[in-house]
């Protein structure tokens, strides 16, 4: 499926944009931020970036622009961003999904799965974004669920929720 106008489902939310750049903000002082994945249309195709990492900080996969460059041993990765399933790493041992993105019939893109950064556990899902097991359904300090944006393709998670 190639499409021009992916819209991005992030904590029950709709973002609308050309690329999408999620991040967590591991300083509040200095603003540093760490990349979770970045979204991009490209000539009618989506394009995933990203890095994955255990609790440790080890490296478990890398996809770079839907090309996986690597992957720890202990994982599998199956499928294609633009696929039914879409791209998913899994645990070899139990099947434990770790992170899938993918392609909806109505041409959404869904992102979940586990970040470590920062010491902390980020859990993204289509309905929710979690810190820790806590959920951060905040947006720049309102609550806010199942709204459209539309210009925020820089979208950062903090302690606080999310903010652009």
């Given at each position: 499926?190639?499409?021009?106008d992916y819209m991005l489902i992030l904590g029950s939310n709709v973002y609308?944009?050309?690329?999408?750049?999620?991040?967590?903000?591991t300083d509040i002082k200095t603003g540093d931020r760490t990349n979770l994945f970045t979204l991009e249309n490209s000539d009618?195709?989506?394009?995933?970036?990203?890095?994955?990492?255990?609790?440790?900080?080890?490296?478990?996969?890398?996809i770079d622009r839907n090309e996986l460059t690597q992957i720890n041993k202990n994982f599998d990765v199956q499928g294609e961003i633009e696929t039914e399933n879409?791209?998913?790493?899994?645990?070899?041992?139990?099947?434990?999904?770790?992170?899938n993105a993918k392609i909806t019939e109505d041409g959404y893109?869904?992102?979940?799965?586990?970040?470590?950064?920062?010491g902390k556990k980020i859990h993204i899902?289509?309905?929710?974004?979690?810190?820790?097991?806590?959920?951060?359904?905040?947006?720049n300090g309102v609550n806010v669920h199942d709204t459209f944006?539309?210009?925020?393709?820089?979208?950062?998670?903090?302690?606080?929720?999310?903010k652009f």
């Open positions: 499926m190639t499409h021009d609308a944009d050309q690329a999408y750049m999620v991040s967590y903000q009618g195709n989506l394009t995933l970036t990203t890095e994955i990492r255990d609790e440790n900080s080890e490296l478990i996969a890398k879409g791209i998913t790493l899994t645990k070899r041992e139990n099947g434990d999904v770790i992170f893109v869904a992102v979940s799965g586990v970040f470590y950064v920062g899902t289509d309905r929710t974004v979690e810190i820790n097991d806590t959920p951060r359904q905040t947006i944006f539309v210009g925020n393709y820089d979208i950062t998670i903090t302690d606080d929720g999310l």
